[in-house]
T-cell receptor
Framework: AQSVTQLDSQVPVFEEAPVELRCNYS??????LFWYVQYPNQGLQLLLK??????LVKGINGFEAEFNKSQTSFHLRKPSVHISDTAEYFC????????????FGTGTSLTVIP | GAVVSQHPSRVICKSGTSVKIECRSL??????MFWYRQFPKKSLMLMAT?????????EQGVEKDKFLINHASLTLSTLTVTSAHPEDSSFYIC????????????FGPGTRLTVL
């Protein structure tokens, strides 16, 4: 079985500061990894994904994430946040070996402070 | 591209009535769609996997007779909450996996259900 742990439930950060949202996964098979963002009362929007290849993945809105197999992590980073980045962020894992079902973390609430 | 819509976005109903939520993939075909439920300040809970032309696969603990799923075409799946009760109030989100694409799921904007 697969699972995802998002270690920080809430992350406050000042505008224009860098941010890292942590995600660790557990799986005994090869995985695909995703980061989604959810704005209030909206669905999820894909930020970026890792399927294979380069471990550094760049996404929309200036976000990037690095797949680290030895540490089973997929942390999300942005060098300079904006007020508009305030939202809920979800990490998810799936695997073609287990029917491609998504397993989501519990989410991290990012609040950007002016 | 890869847009998923849901209708309605918000619905308020009386206890005991049934509510139907539609999930449509607007610009791609999706043999497989998923229905999630999200509680306040919580993560998404997978309720069921909807497959076009066959019965949905429900997750453990989800009542299939209460949450009826129909996937009648490659672009439409519906979730009907039957005999709704206040505890069914929640945010329901669907997603669709593009046929022939990668493993990525594309999510709808969600439906806020309030049962009085």
């Amino acid at each position: 079985a697969q699972s995802v742990t998002q270690l920080d439930s809430q992350v406050p950060v000042f505008e224009e500061a860098p941010v890292e949202l942590r995600c660790n996964y557990s799986s005994s098979v090869s995985v695909y990894l995703f980061w989604y963002v959810q704005y209030p009362n909206q669905g999820l929007q894909l930020l970026l994904k890792y399927l294979s290849g380069s471990t550094l993945v760049k996404g929309i809105n200036g976000f990037e994430a690095e797949f680290n197999k030895s540490q089973t992590s997929f942390h999300l980073r942005k060098p300079s946040v904006h007020i508009s980045d305030t939202a809920e962020y979800f990490c998810a894992v799936s695997s073609p070996n287990t029917g491609n079902q998504f397993y989501f973390g519990t989410g991290t609430s990012l609040t950007v402070i002016p | 591209g890869a847009v998923v819509s849901q209708h309605p976005s918000r619905v308020i109903c009386k206890s005991g009535t049934s509510v139907k939520i539609e999930c449509r993939s607007l610009d791609f075909q999706a043999t497989t769609m998923f229905w999630y439920r999200q509680f306040p300040k919580k993560s998404l809970m997978l309720m069921a996997t909807s497959n076009e032309g066959s019965k949905a696969t429900y997750e453990q603990g989800v009542e299939k007779d209460k949450f009826l799923i129909n996937h009648a075409s490659l672009t439409l799946s519906t979730l009907t909450v039957t005999s709704a009760h206040p505890e069914d109030s929640s945010f329901y989100i669907c997603s669709a996996r593009m046929d022939g694409g990668t493993d990525t799921q594309y999510f709808g904007p969600g439906t806020r259900l309030t049962v009085l």
